[in-house]
Every structure is written in C-alpha cells, then in structure tokens.
C-alpha cells in the first residue's frame, strides 16, 4: 500500500466497485430467476447482504427526486414564491440560499468599494482594497502576474536557462499547481517502474528456459535467445578490437627497440643472419 501510487489506487477501487456491482447483478438475476421473471430493481435489494453500488445509486438518486417533490409540493401549497423561503428547505432551496449568498457578498464587497471610491473624491478604488470574493480573485491573479514577471527576471540572472514556475524565487497559484504536478508524476513514475520491474522478475522466472529447458518451448526460445545475442556478442569482441587498435599510437624513440632487445630471435632469423655474415665474409 505505501508503494501504490495514483493509478494503482485507481485501479483498485475500480476493480472492487466492479468486484461489488457483479456480485450485486448476480444475486438480482437469481432473484429474478426464482421470481419467474418479474422484474427486481436494485434497490429492491436486501441493504444487508445483497445491496451493492447499483442499488445504493438508485436509493440516493429516487430520495434525491423525492426531496426536490416534497419541496416543490409543499412550497405550492403554502404559496412560498422562492424555494429558499421555505422552512424546511429541500435540495433546491440550498442550492439557491448558497447562491443567492455568494450574490449578496459580491454586492457588499461592490456597495463598499464605491462608499471608499466617493469618499476619497472619485479615486479607484480596486477590488483588492476591499473584502470580498472579486477581491480574493484579483489578488490570486496579481500573485500570479508578479510571479511570472520574477520568473522572466530569474530567467535573465540564469544565464537565459528556463526557470519554472515552481523554482521561481516567488511563489504563486502556477507554482503550487507545478509543484503538485511534478510531486503526483514522480510518484506515479515510481508506481511504474517498480511494475515493470515485478513483470520482468515475474516473466524471467516463468521463462520456459527456465523451468523446463528440455521441453520444446524451452529449446525454441534458446535457439532463438542465442540466435539474436550471436551477432551482437560477436560485434562487441571484434568491435572492441577494432577500436583498440585505431586508438593505439605508434611506439617512438627507444621504446620500439624494446621487443627486439627482450625477446630472442628465432632460429629461422639467425640462420639468416649467419649465412648473411659468411657472404660479407666472402666478399
């Protein structure tokens, strides 16, 4: 588990909510089957042993559609205009008061930047200077215009080297995003490497060379293993000699006497020799 990384945990919890909505249609088919066809939803499931993510949708899904109708219902009767009026608010009623909220902050934050704005006699004033969501969006893009601007300065101070985002000497939205990009592809890069590694011990020893040498698979893939390794051991001897000898030098000055001056002549050379000196001498 410390090893796993982003698609590893992925790929687990896919297979188990897999694992659980197979299980889960197979005991609705056999409910089906024993009920000589009639048809079993999967939220008529039992909660206890047979309910899966099937029958857990469908359950949020119908009470979800049943909240909004109970709501709109109610909300007719009691003559109530807008759903977050209500005193029972149901699903629509939260979703417009939490609009309807952040709408009221942003028109506060602008009632109180135009008060600032007449009071200093008509100056602008910016929406960072003021509380409020425009604000905050104002100061995440500034941080992040500041930062690029460093960045094209830390670039010049390096030689002209790219500097990214996340190595700028300020840190900004880009940066973090960068940095949390960097840090998920390392771990996932190291998930991988240590997969690929596991398959190649897992597939090197299940080799039929292997395990049974004798067999027919065993002799094909030896043939074929040492048919393809042939061409590139032979390079490597008669390669490696090859440049050797063209990055040899030539021997200078006393130093090519030497295998002459350590080594003794062969017999074939002294004869020559003395047949060479009894000519002089008969001249």
Do not use: C
């Not at 297979?15 to 089957?33: F, P, Y």
């Not at 417009?96 to 006699?121: C, H, N, P, T, Y």
């Not at 592809?185 to 597939?203: A, G, H, I, T, V």
């Amino acid at each position: 588990d410390e090893t796993r990384g982003p698609l590893g945990n992925a790929e687990k919890s896919a297979v188990q909510w897999l694992k659980s909505v197979i299980e889960e249609e197979g005991k609705r088919a056999k409910r089906i089957a024993d009920s000589d066809g009639e048809l079993i939803r999967p939220k008529d499931l039992s909660p206890s042993d047979e309910a899966g993510p099937l029958s857990e949708m469908e359950r949020r899904a119908i009470q979800f559609l049943s909240e909004i109708t109970d709501s709109e219902v109610e909300r007719t009767r009691s003559g109530t205009i807008r759903p977050k009026d209500m005193k029972s608010p149901g699903p629509l009623g939260e979703a417009e008061a939490r609009a309807v909220l952040a709408l009221e902050r942003i028109v506060e934050s602008e009632k109180l930047r135009m008060d600032q704005s007449r009071i200093r006699g008509g100056e602008v004033v910016r929406p960072i200077d003021v509380p409020g969501p425009l604000g905050e969006f104002e100061r995440y893009v500034g941080d992040i215009i500041r930062a690029e601007k460093q960045r094209v300065k830390d670039r010049e101070a390096n030689e002209g080297k790219l500097v990214r985002p996340k190595d700028a000497s300020i840190k900004s939205g880009l940066s973090e995003v960068e940095r949390k990009a960097v840090d998920d592809w390392e771990l996932l890069r190291k998930e991988e490497n240590e997969r690929f590694y596991s398959l190649q011990r897992f597939l090197s020893d299940r080799r039929p060379m292997e395990t049974d040498k004798d067999s027919p698979l065993g002799v094909t893939e030896a043939f074929t293993v040492a048919l393809v390794r042939g061409p590139h051991l032979l390079w490597k001897v008669v390669g490696g000699q090859v440049k050797e000898l063209l990055n040899s030098e030539e021997v200078a000055g006393q130093d090519k006497d030497f295998p002459q001056q350590n080594f003794p002549a062969s017999s074939g050379d002294s004869e020559s020799e003395d047949e060479g000196s009894e000519k002089r001498k008969n001249w």
